[in-house]
């Protein structure tokens, strides 16, 4: 690596963790039967709290959810160093093998699972938004309507991101969730890729996410999903 790659290299590794740092936050949306923590910005990171579970649950997951808070510029960083793709206000810009070989270079972190998805409709910018992420999030229980503000407004920064580039081939976002395992009632950290192909990123730039109003929409994507164990310490 020449030194002029290297320093700009390494800005690209600083500013991540600037990022890192500013997003370390996070908030706490109530709903009717519980409540969802979600990381601040579009670092998509989501636990579900349900009233109901008792309170070592609840302080297991909060545990697993504020320990997963790190792992977006975990993530960002190892896409980098593979592809050589910086990531952008939550935007990756690579396929499914440069993400899968991105994610194994991560300590702790394996593919499960490759599902295909597709949706369609008549609909508002708003309730395709609340559509996408009932699919994803849709186990951990819990309504994601309270929380469509923020979900609105950081999908709208995606989809900024993505009229400024340069979509070649696929386009998508990484969420991670944290579920709690049935009868084991032991905390889950998941990371999904959902991704689409470039003619489904020329339909997406042209939807104002924040938009009342209704038009017919027809769009696919593939989800990669990925479980991560955090290493035991040596």
């Known amino acids: 690596m020449s030194v002029r790659n290297y320093l700009a290299h390494r800005n690209i590794v600083r500013r991540m963790e600037r990022e890192e740092r500013a997003y370390r936050s996070y908030h706490v949306t109530l709903t009717d039967d519980g409540e969802w923590m979600h990381a601040a910005g579009s670092d998509f990171l989501f636990a579900y709290l349900e009233n109901s579970w008792p309170a070592d649950v609840k302080t297991q997951v909060v545990d697993a959810f504020k320990q997963a808070l790190t792992m977006s510029s975990t993530i960002k960083t190892a896409v980098l160093n593979t592809s050589g793709q910086a990531v952008e206000s939550g935007l990756y810009l690579v396929d499914q093998s440069t993400m899968t070989q991105a994610m194994n270079s991560v300590a702790g972190m394996g593919i499960t699972s490759v599902d295909q998805n597709s949706e369609s409709g008549s609909g508002t ?75 489904a990123s020329s339909w997406f ?29 040596k």
Do not use: R, W
């Not at 991101?161 to 709690?180: A, E, L, N």
């Not at 924040?210 to 479980?227: D, I, K, L, M, P």
């Open 205 to 233: 730039v042209k939807v104002n996410c924040g938009s009342e109003e209704h038009e017919s929409y027809s769009y696919a994507y593939t989800a990669v999903n990925y479980n991560y164990v955090k290493p035991d310490a």
């Open 125 to 199: 910018a708003v309730s395709i938004t609340e559509q996408f992420f009932s699919a994803i999030l849709g186990g951990l229980g819990g309504d994601v309507a309270p929380m469509l503000d923020y979900l609105t407004t950081e999908m709208g920064d995606v989809q900024a991101q993505t009229k400024k580039s340069t979509v070649t081939s696929k386009f998508g976002t990484v969420i991670g969730t944290i579920s709690v395992m049935p009868v084991l009632n032991v905390p889950v950290t998941n990371f999904v890729y959902a991704y689409s192909d470039s003619q």
